[in-house]
Nanobody, 123 residues
């Protein structure tokens, strides 16, 4: 079955950096667009970033553009999120997600989620 396992979360001071990783299994990773979402306490889950199958295209929420970078390593079945210049508004549980369709085109429809990893940014 599809499994997505996130890691790399933690506590960081404002202005700092974190790198999240997601390891996938149970499907042909290289055929699916992948994404990252986040959910802050008391708020709805929101899109953060997405990447196409071959890393040719990336997409970002306006709130993270220029600070976060999504990447993937199809040989390792992993997708990563490098987060720089973090601020307290980035505090949330971050989720890795898989697109519903192999070789899908935007707009993506994510329907598989990991368990999430907590990111806390202190001021």
């Amino acid at each position: 079955q599809v499994q997505l396992v996130e890691s790399g979360g933690g506590l960081v001071q404002a202005g700092g950096s974190l790198r999240l990783s997601c390891t996938a299994s149970g499907f042909t990773f290289s055929r699916y667009p992948m994404g990252w979402f986040r959910q802050a306490s008391g708020k709805e889950r929101e899109f953060v970033a997405a990447i196409s199958m071959n890393s040719g295209r990336t997409y970002y929420a306006d709130s993270v553009k220029g600070r976060f970078t999504i990447s993937r390593d199809n040989a390792k079945n992993s997708v990563n999120l490098q987060m720089n210049s973090l601020n307290p508004e980035d505090t949330a549980v971050y989720y890795c997600a898989r697109n519903s369709e192999a070789m899908g085109l935007p707009p993506y429809q994510f329907n598989y989620w990991g368990q999430g990893t907590q990111v806390t940014v202190s001021s």
